[in-house]
Nanobody
Framework: QVQLVESGGGLVQAGGSLRLSCAAS????????MGWFRQAPGKERESVAV????????VYADSVKGRFTISRNNAKNTLYLQMNSLKPEDTAVYYC???????????????????WGNGTLVTVSS
């Protein structure tokens, strides 16, 4: 099992920035692909970004490319999402996710992952 705990959500004005963190435990962090997903009120969950176990491969949803950056620190068992130029449509609960299988990052972006955190709320005001 993998335990994932997100932090860093909050209220920010449009154009502002936030950094989300996800602390992982339960399995060797450096063996896991990691990702961020989000779910806005009344909408289905959508993918945001995925990073490979080494950090050498990243993939982003078109809606966040150029504004969000996913990264990881394997020594600290922590995943990050730096969010810049935030828009009201970025308002959502953001979920950290992990996967122990050996698919590529694009697979996870399209089909999701097998371990999930409880989420952290990001609200962007206009």
């Amino acid at each position: 099992q993998v335990q994932l705990v997100e932090s860093g959500g909050g209220l920010v004005q449009a154009g502002g920035s936030l950094r989300l963190s996800c602390a992982a435990s339960g399995r060797t962090f450096s063996s896991l692909a990691m990702g961020w997903f989000r779910q806005a009120p009344g909408k289905e969950r959508e993918s945001v970004a995925v990073i490979s176990w080494s950090g050498g491969s990243t993939v982003y949803a078109d809606s966040v490319k150029g504004r969000f950056t996913i990264s990881r620190n394997n020594a600290k068992n922590t995943l990050y999402l730096q969010m810049n130029s935030l828009k009201p449509e970025d308002t959502a609960v953001y979920y950290c996710a992990a996967d122990s299988r050996t698919y590529g990052t694009s697979y996870y972006l399209n089909y999701g992952m097998n371990y999930w955190g409880n989420g952290t709320l990001v609200t962007v005001s206009s």
